[in-house]
Protein backbone atom coordinates (compact mmCIF):
# COMPACT_ATOMS: atom_id res chain seq x y z
CA UNK A 1 0.00 0.00 0.00
CA UNK A 2 1.34 3.43 -1.06
CA UNK A 3 1.39 6.01 1.79
CA UNK A 4 3.00 9.53 2.21
CA UNK A 5 1.28 12.65 0.36
CA UNK A 6 2.38 11.06 -2.58
CA UNK A 7 4.55 13.86 -4.05
CA UNK A 8 8.17 11.98 -3.64
CA UNK A 9 11.09 11.39 -1.80
CA UNK A 10 10.68 14.07 0.11
CA UNK A 11 7.12 12.86 1.23
CA UNK A 12 8.14 9.34 1.59
CA UNK A 13 5.89 8.38 -0.80
CA UNK A 14 6.44 4.82 -2.59
CA UNK A 15 5.23 2.76 -5.54
CA UNK A 16 3.82 -0.78 -5.29
CA UNK A 17 5.57 -3.41 -7.01
CA UNK A 18 4.23 -5.40 -9.85
CA UNK A 19 2.78 -8.34 -9.38
CA UNK A 20 4.05 -11.79 -11.28
CA UNK A 21 1.81 -12.83 -14.28
CA UNK A 22 0.58 -16.12 -15.51
CA UNK A 23 1.08 -17.02 -18.80
CA UNK A 24 -2.71 -18.73 -20.30
CA UNK A 25 -4.38 -19.89 -23.23
CA UNK A 26 -6.80 -17.29 -24.64
CA UNK A 27 -10.09 -17.32 -26.46
CA UNK A 28 -11.53 -14.93 -28.89
CA UNK A 29 -15.21 -16.14 -27.06
CA UNK A 30 -16.28 -18.41 -23.90
CA UNK A 31 -17.43 -21.42 -25.39
CA UNK A 32 -18.76 -24.00 -23.07
CA UNK A 33 -20.41 -27.25 -23.39
CA UNK A 34 -22.85 -27.07 -20.45
CA UNK A 35 -27.01 -27.20 -20.33
CA UNK A 36 -29.02 -24.15 -18.47
CA UNK A 37 -29.77 -26.43 -15.55
CA UNK A 38 -25.96 -27.13 -14.81
CA UNK A 39 -24.16 -25.25 -12.66
CA UNK A 40 -20.90 -26.14 -13.89
CA UNK A 41 -19.55 -28.08 -17.15
CA UNK A 42 -18.95 -31.07 -17.52
CA UNK A 43 -15.49 -30.92 -18.84
CA UNK A 44 -12.67 -33.67 -19.30
CA UNK A 45 -9.25 -34.47 -20.65
CA UNK A 46 -8.33 -37.53 -22.13
CA UNK A 47 -11.19 -39.22 -20.04
CA UNK A 48 -9.56 -37.67 -16.57
CA UNK A 49 -13.40 -35.52 -15.53
CA UNK A 50 -12.31 -31.59 -14.14
CA UNK A 51 -14.75 -31.68 -11.04
CA UNK A 52 -16.88 -29.12 -10.06
CA UNK A 53 -15.26 -28.73 -6.99
CA UNK A 54 -11.91 -27.78 -8.82
CA UNK A 55 -13.56 -25.12 -10.84
CA UNK A 56 -15.21 -23.70 -7.76
CA UNK A 57 -11.63 -23.54 -6.17
CA UNK A 58 -9.74 -21.99 -9.25
CA UNK A 59 -13.36 -19.82 -9.67
CA UNK A 60 -11.37 -16.83 -7.62
CA UNK A 61 -8.29 -16.58 -9.57
CA UNK A 62 -10.09 -15.74 -12.39
CA UNK A 63 -11.86 -12.53 -12.05
CA UNK A 64 -14.89 -11.57 -15.06
CA UNK A 65 -17.51 -9.61 -16.25
CA UNK A 66 -19.90 -12.73 -16.08
CA UNK A 67 -19.65 -16.08 -13.76
CA UNK A 68 -20.28 -17.69 -17.25
CA UNK A 69 -16.75 -16.27 -18.38
CA UNK A 70 -15.21 -16.79 -15.42
CA UNK A 71 -16.18 -20.49 -14.79
CA UNK A 72 -14.86 -20.78 -18.71
CA UNK A 73 -11.59 -19.26 -17.92
CA UNK A 74 -11.00 -21.53 -14.97
CA UNK A 75 -11.97 -24.66 -16.51
CA UNK A 76 -9.35 -23.43 -19.44
CA UNK A 77 -6.67 -23.22 -16.33
CA UNK A 78 -7.41 -26.31 -15.88
CA UNK A 79 -7.05 -28.22 -18.63
CA UNK A 80 -4.11 -26.95 -19.69
CA UNK A 81 -2.53 -28.25 -15.80
CA UNK A 82 -3.93 -31.32 -16.46
CA UNK A 83 -2.37 -31.33 -19.83
CA UNK A 84 0.96 -30.33 -18.66
CA UNK A 85 0.49 -33.04 -15.20
CA UNK A 86 -0.52 -36.14 -17.83
CA UNK A 87 2.67 -35.29 -19.98
CA UNK A 88 4.59 -35.62 -16.60
CA UNK A 89 3.03 -38.22 -15.79
CA UNK A 90 3.44 -40.01 -19.25
CA UNK A 91 7.42 -39.06 -19.38
CA UNK A 92 7.98 -40.19 -15.38
CA UNK A 93 10.31 -37.25 -14.80
CA UNK A 94 11.89 -37.28 -11.63
CA UNK A 95 11.31 -33.80 -9.32
CA UNK A 96 14.28 -32.08 -7.89
CA UNK A 97 12.33 -29.76 -5.97
CA UNK A 98 14.08 -26.01 -5.72
CA UNK A 99 13.75 -23.98 -2.55
CA UNK A 100 10.12 -22.26 -2.75
CA UNK A 101 8.26 -24.55 -5.64
CA UNK A 102 6.24 -27.41 -4.72
CA UNK A 103 6.17 -30.32 -6.59
CA UNK A 104 3.66 -29.51 -9.15
CA UNK A 105 5.60 -26.19 -10.11
CA UNK A 106 8.47 -28.27 -9.72
CA UNK A 107 7.53 -30.58 -12.19
CA UNK A 108 6.12 -28.45 -14.47
CA UNK A 109 9.22 -26.55 -14.59
CA UNK A 110 11.21 -29.30 -15.34
CA UNK A 111 8.81 -30.66 -18.49
CA UNK A 112 9.04 -27.22 -19.90
CA UNK A 113 12.63 -26.93 -19.34
CA UNK A 114 12.97 -30.46 -20.94
CA UNK A 115 10.18 -30.13 -23.87
CA UNK A 116 10.83 -26.61 -24.74
CA UNK A 117 14.17 -25.70 -26.50
CA UNK A 118 14.66 -21.78 -27.72
CA UNK A 119 17.86 -20.29 -29.20
CA UNK A 120 20.04 -17.68 -27.87
CA UNK A 121 19.58 -14.18 -28.57
CA UNK A 122 23.37 -13.49 -30.02
CA UNK A 123 24.82 -9.95 -29.53
CA UNK A 124 24.20 -9.06 -33.35
CA UNK A 125 19.96 -9.24 -33.17
CA UNK A 126 20.59 -7.16 -29.36
CA UNK A 127 22.77 -4.11 -31.50
CA UNK A 128 20.25 -4.07 -34.46
CA UNK A 129 17.29 -3.97 -31.57
CA UNK A 130 19.40 -1.29 -30.17
CA UNK A 131 20.23 0.09 -32.82
CA UNK A 132 16.00 0.36 -34.15
CA UNK A 133 14.22 1.53 -30.54
CA UNK A 134 17.32 4.31 -29.61
CA UNK A 135 14.84 6.37 -29.00
CA UNK A 136 13.46 4.09 -25.67
CA UNK A 137 17.01 4.02 -24.34
CA UNK A 138 17.21 7.55 -22.29
CA UNK A 139 17.83 7.94 -18.71
CA UNK A 140 14.79 9.59 -17.18
CA UNK A 141 14.77 13.20 -16.67
CA UNK A 142 14.79 15.05 -13.08
CA UNK A 143 12.59 17.72 -11.81
CA UNK A 144 13.42 20.17 -9.13
CA UNK A 145 10.04 20.72 -7.87
CA UNK A 146 7.92 22.80 -5.22
CA UNK A 147 4.46 22.14 -4.57
CA UNK A 148 1.43 23.01 -2.02
CA UNK A 149 -0.34 20.19 -1.02
CA UNK A 150 -4.26 21.14 -0.68
CA UNK A 151 -5.16 17.63 0.95
CA UNK A 152 -8.88 15.97 0.76
CA UNK A 153 -9.71 12.54 0.74
CA UNK A 154 -10.33 10.91 -2.66
CA UNK A 155 -13.87 10.27 -2.02
CA UNK A 156 -14.88 13.28 -0.64
CA UNK A 157 -16.57 15.30 -3.68
CA UNK A 158 -17.10 18.20 -2.10
CA UNK A 159 -13.71 18.69 -0.09
CA UNK A 160 -12.31 17.91 -3.50
CA UNK A 161 -14.50 20.29 -5.09
CA UNK A 162 -13.40 23.70 -2.45
CA UNK A 163 -9.58 22.50 -2.43
CA UNK A 164 -9.98 22.19 -6.30
CA UNK A 165 -11.03 26.68 -6.01
CA UNK A 166 -8.86 26.82 -3.16
CA UNK A 167 -5.45 26.12 -5.57
CA UNK A 168 -7.39 28.13 -8.12
CA UNK A 169 -7.08 31.40 -5.94
CA UNK A 170 -3.25 30.00 -4.82
CA UNK A 171 -2.21 29.88 -8.37
CA UNK A 172 -3.77 33.44 -9.23
CA UNK A 173 -1.81 35.13 -6.16
CA UNK A 174 1.31 33.40 -7.07
CA UNK A 175 0.66 34.89 -10.77
CA UNK A 176 1.07 38.25 -9.02
CA UNK A 177 4.09 37.77 -6.42
CA UNK A 178 5.60 34.82 -7.74
CA UNK A 179 8.00 35.49 -4.90
CA UNK A 180 5.71 33.96 -2.12
CA UNK A 181 5.57 30.24 -2.59
CA UNK A 182 7.09 29.44 0.30
CA UNK A 183 4.98 31.50 2.88
CA UNK A 184 2.09 30.16 0.78
CA UNK A 185 3.35 26.90 1.07
CA UNK A 186 3.85 26.91 5.15
CA UNK A 187 0.82 28.58 5.20
CA UNK A 188 -1.58 26.11 3.22
CA UNK A 189 -0.02 23.06 2.29
CA UNK A 190 -0.08 19.68 3.94
CA UNK A 191 2.80 18.27 2.86
CA UNK A 192 5.99 18.32 5.90
CA UNK A 193 7.32 19.74 2.59
CA UNK A 194 6.08 22.89 3.72
CA UNK A 195 8.97 23.70 6.40
CA UNK A 196 11.50 23.72 3.21
CA UNK A 197 9.22 26.10 0.91
CA UNK A 198 7.35 23.19 0.06
CA UNK A 199 10.56 22.14 -2.16
CA UNK A 200 10.81 18.11 -2.95
CA UNK A 201 13.92 18.50 -4.15
CA UNK A 202 15.21 16.27 -7.32
CA UNK A 203 12.37 13.90 -8.54
CA UNK A 204 12.85 11.37 -11.16
CA UNK A 205 10.49 8.87 -12.04
CA UNK A 206 9.09 6.11 -9.84
CA UNK A 207 9.16 8.59 -7.09
CA UNK A 208 5.80 9.63 -6.37
CA UNK A 209 2.31 8.52 -7.29
CA UNK A 210 1.27 7.24 -10.83
CA UNK A 211 -1.50 9.92 -11.56
CA UNK A 212 0.68 12.91 -10.32
CA UNK A 213 3.63 11.11 -12.14
CA UNK A 214 2.13 11.28 -15.00
CA UNK A 215 1.53 15.11 -15.21
CA UNK A 216 4.62 16.43 -13.70
CA UNK A 217 7.05 15.24 -16.39
CA UNK A 218 4.83 16.71 -19.14
CA UNK A 219 5.68 20.25 -17.47
CA UNK A 220 8.16 22.87 -18.52
CA UNK A 221 9.65 24.67 -16.30
CA UNK A 222 7.97 27.55 -13.92
CA UNK A 223 4.53 27.84 -12.04
CA UNK A 224 1.94 25.10 -13.43
CA UNK A 225 -0.71 27.10 -15.03
CA UNK A 226 -3.31 24.43 -13.42
CA UNK A 227 -3.39 22.22 -10.20
CA UNK A 228 -2.83 18.78 -10.60
CA UNK A 229 -4.98 16.58 -8.98
CA UNK A 230 -3.74 12.94 -7.12
CA UNK A 231 -5.56 10.97 -4.99
CA UNK A 232 -4.22 12.89 -1.97
CA UNK A 233 -5.99 16.28 -3.36
CA UNK A 234 -4.36 18.87 -5.49
CA UNK A 235 -1.11 20.35 -6.10
CA UNK A 236 0.32 23.87 -6.82
CA UNK A 237 3.25 22.80 -8.49
CA UNK A 238 6.23 24.92 -9.79
CA UNK A 239 9.41 23.21 -11.93
CA UNK A 240 12.17 25.01 -10.45
CA UNK A 241 14.29 23.12 -13.40
CA UNK A 242 14.13 20.39 -15.60
CA UNK A 243 17.01 18.70 -16.56
CA UNK A 244 16.19 16.09 -19.61
CA UNK A 245 17.28 12.45 -19.24
CA UNK A 246 20.68 11.71 -21.70
CA UNK A 247 20.92 8.90 -24.29
CA UNK A 248 21.72 5.67 -22.75
CA UNK A 249 25.15 3.57 -24.08
CA UNK A 250 24.49 0.21 -25.73
CA UNK A 251 26.81 -1.48 -22.25
CA UNK A 252 23.97 0.42 -19.97
CA UNK A 253 20.75 -1.62 -21.43
CA UNK A 254 22.43 -4.33 -23.12
CA UNK A 255 21.18 -6.66 -20.32
CA UNK A 256 17.67 -5.62 -20.35
CA UNK A 257 17.17 -6.50 -24.30
CA UNK A 258 18.97 -9.60 -23.92
CA UNK A 259 16.34 -10.64 -21.61
CA UNK A 260 13.10 -9.06 -23.44
CA UNK A 261 14.20 -10.46 -26.85
CA UNK A 262 14.71 -13.78 -24.81
CA UNK A 263 11.25 -13.79 -23.17
CA UNK A 264 9.81 -13.04 -26.11
CA UNK A 265 11.11 -16.21 -28.25
CA UNK A 266 10.38 -18.27 -24.83
CA UNK A 267 6.81 -17.00 -25.06
CA UNK A 268 6.15 -18.06 -28.95
CA UNK A 269 7.87 -21.74 -28.10
CA UNK A 270 5.50 -21.91 -25.08
CA UNK A 271 2.47 -21.46 -27.25
CA UNK A 272 3.27 -23.75 -30.05
CA UNK A 273 4.33 -26.03 -27.31
CA UNK A 274 0.85 -25.77 -25.48
CA UNK A 275 -0.93 -25.72 -29.36
CA UNK A 276 0.46 -29.38 -29.69
CA UNK A 277 -0.37 -30.89 -26.13
CA UNK A 278 -4.29 -29.49 -26.86
CA UNK A 279 -4.17 -30.89 -30.34
CA UNK A 280 -3.14 -34.06 -29.44
CA UNK A 281 -5.74 -34.48 -26.40
CA UNK A 282 -9.36 -35.70 -26.18
CA UNK A 283 -10.83 -32.35 -24.49
CA UNK A 284 -14.55 -32.83 -24.13
CA UNK A 285 -16.83 -29.85 -22.71
CA UNK A 286 -14.57 -27.22 -23.45
CA UNK A 287 -13.61 -25.67 -27.01
CA UNK A 288 -10.40 -24.70 -27.50
CA UNK A 289 -8.86 -23.57 -30.63
CA UNK A 290 -5.20 -24.79 -31.46
CA UNK A 291 -3.17 -22.92 -33.41
CA UNK A 292 -5.03 -19.78 -33.64
CA UNK A 293 -5.16 -19.06 -29.74
CA UNK A 294 -2.57 -16.77 -28.07
CA UNK A 295 -1.48 -16.59 -25.01
CA UNK A 296 -1.83 -13.64 -23.04
CA UNK A 297 0.43 -12.57 -19.52
Known amino acids: MTTGCGCGGGCGSSVPAPEVEVVEVAEAAPALIASSEQEWPIVSVNGVLITPEAMALELQYHPAESRES ?3 LAARALVIRELLQQRISALGLAVDIAPGENEEEAATRLLLEREISVPQ ?3 ATCLHYFDSNRGRFHSAPLLAVRHILLECAPDDAEARQMAHVQAEILLLSLAQTPGSFAELALKYSACPSKAQGGSLGQISKGQTV ?3 ERQ ?3 LAPGLADKPLESRYGWHVISIDQRVEGQPLPYEAVAGAIRTQLQQGVWQKALVQYLHTLIGAADIRGL ?4 ADSPLVQ
Open 70 to 72: AVY
Open 287 to 290: ALQG
Open 216 to 218: LFT
Open 210 to 212: PEL
Open 121 to 123: CDE
